[in-house]
T-cell receptor
Framework: TQLLEQSPQFLSIQEGENLTVYCNSSSVFSSLQWYRQEPGEGPVLLVTVVTGGEVKKLKRLTFQFGDARKDSSLHITAAQPGDTGLYLCAGPPSGTYKYIFGTGTRLKVLA | GAVVSQHPSWVICKSGTSVKIECRSLDFQATTMFWYRQFPKQSLMLMATSNEGSKATYEQGVEKDKFLINHASLTLSTLTVTSAHPEDSSFYIC???????????FGDGTRLSIL
């Protein structure tokens, strides 16, 4: 079974703090996407990482793809209440047409 | 770019009725569309994958006669929940991509409530 495990599941922090969300698998992925979803809405694509070891930055968000393409991380610097939401990693395992979603990390940033 | 529109956004209906949800790619041709179900505070669960002009591929445990999927054009896929019951109440989300290995783009979801 190809799974994407995210940790932590829940995170509640104060505005201004830093945090890291992890996305891990025992399988190799062709690419990984990170999404943020707010209640009652569909997921919104934040970034795609494709190359092992790749690092991408989106303002205060830094995304990294593991060297072996089995894991990824999302680091948020100086979190703001607007960062609150459900963060999901997802992607296609190598050699398949499947698209697997991670278990999700629910982030709440308190003002 | 890459806008996916899903309609309706919210529907309430009586048990036993059928409900159709539409998913449209507005500015690109979607060779593949996906239908997901999401329970409160959980991640997305893939129900089925549909390719334009062919039958949908359903995930294990998803009843194809219960959840009818049609992908008749490159910009439209529909999900019909037949003879809906309260346990079918959920948040249904579609997504679309134009090419293999490209990211999926999601609709805003449909909240279905069966009374």
């Amino acid at each position: 079974t190809q799974l994407l495990e995210q940790s932590p599941q829940f995170l509640s922090i104060q505005e201004g703090e830093n945090l890291t969300v992890y996305c891990n698998s025992s399988s190799v992925f062709s690419s990984l996407q990170w999404y943020r979803q707010e209640p009652g809405e569909g997921p919104v694509l934040l970034v795609t990482v494709v190359t092992g070891g790749e690092v991408k930055k989106l303002k205060r968000l830094t995304f990294q793809f593991g060297d072996a393409r089995k894991d990824s991380s999302l680091h948020i610097t100086a979190a703001q209440p607007g960062d609150t939401g459900l963060y999901l990693c997802a992607g296609p395992p190598s050699g398949t047409y499947k698209y697997i979603f991670g278990t999700g990390t629910r982030l709440k940033v308190l003002a | 770019g890459a806008v996916v529109s899903q309609h309706p956004s919210w529907v309430i209906c009586k048990s036993g009725t059928s409900v159709k949800i539409e998913c449209r790619s507005l500015d690109f041709q979607a060779t593949t569309m996906f239908w997901y179900r999401q329970f409160p505070k959980q991640s997305l669960m893939l129900m089925a994958t549909s390719n334009e002009g062919s039958k949908a591929t359903y995930e294990q445990g998803v009843e194809k006669d219960k959840f009818l999927i049609n992908h008749a054009s490159l910009t439209l896929s529909t999900l019909t929940v037949t003879s809906a019951h309260p346990e079918d109440s959920s948040f249904y989300i579609c997504s679309a991509r134009d090419r293999l290995n490209q990211p999926q783009h999601f609709g805003d979801g449909t909240r279905l409530s069966i009374l």
